[in-house]
């Protein structure tokens, strides 16, 4: 189950067998149900509950940082995930000791589909893992 979520939120989803996709995080506050021991809890998204996205109707919340397009099709989404995982995981290998990536900020172009979607007045950043994203800045000061 996921805390601090109503499970009727889901109830339509369940009934109408749709695929849900989760990202979720290791955390230190592991609990445990059943005899299983649980370290991951989903991630949050802008309205403080689990970021669940529907594979068969996502709509604009899954933004691609290395193409900035919105993708909208479950092959290209779970694709651009496996690739993502398959990339981190390569880049903490290559590194001794293995190291967790920080979260930097890319710049989106101007041009792009995934800026049409963010722009909100001003620059439009993606929140990214440094390891894959040479170009991305640990902060948004021009130093």
Do not use: N
């Not at 989404?77 to 496996?82: H, K, N, T």
């Not at 000791?97 to 001003?122: Q, R």
Request: hydrophobic letters at 40%; one cysteine or more; glycine letters at 6%.
């Amino acid at each position: 189950g996921l805390r601090d979520v109503d499970p009727k939120r889901f109830e339509a989803h369940r009934q109408q067998g749709a695929e849900l996709l989760f990202f979720l995080e290791r955390t230190v506050q592991a609990t445990s149900f059943e005899g299983r021991v649980c370290h991951h809890w989903p991630l949050r998204g802008g309205d403080a509950l689990p970021f669940v996205v529907p594979l068969a109707a996502p709509g604009t919340k899954l933004l691609s940082a290395a193409t900035f397009k919105v993708l909208k099709e479950r092959r290209e989404i779970l694709a651009a995930c496996r690739d993502t995982v398959r990339k981190l995981a390569a880049a903490a290998a290559s590194s001794s000791p293995p190291k967790a990536p920080k979260h930097y900020f890319l710049e989106v172009p101007p041009d792009s589909e995934a800026y049409k979607v963010l722009y909100g007045g001003s620059a439009c950043y993606l929140y990214v893992p440094d390891v894959l994203f040479p170009r991305a800045r640990p902060s948004l000061s021009r130093r």
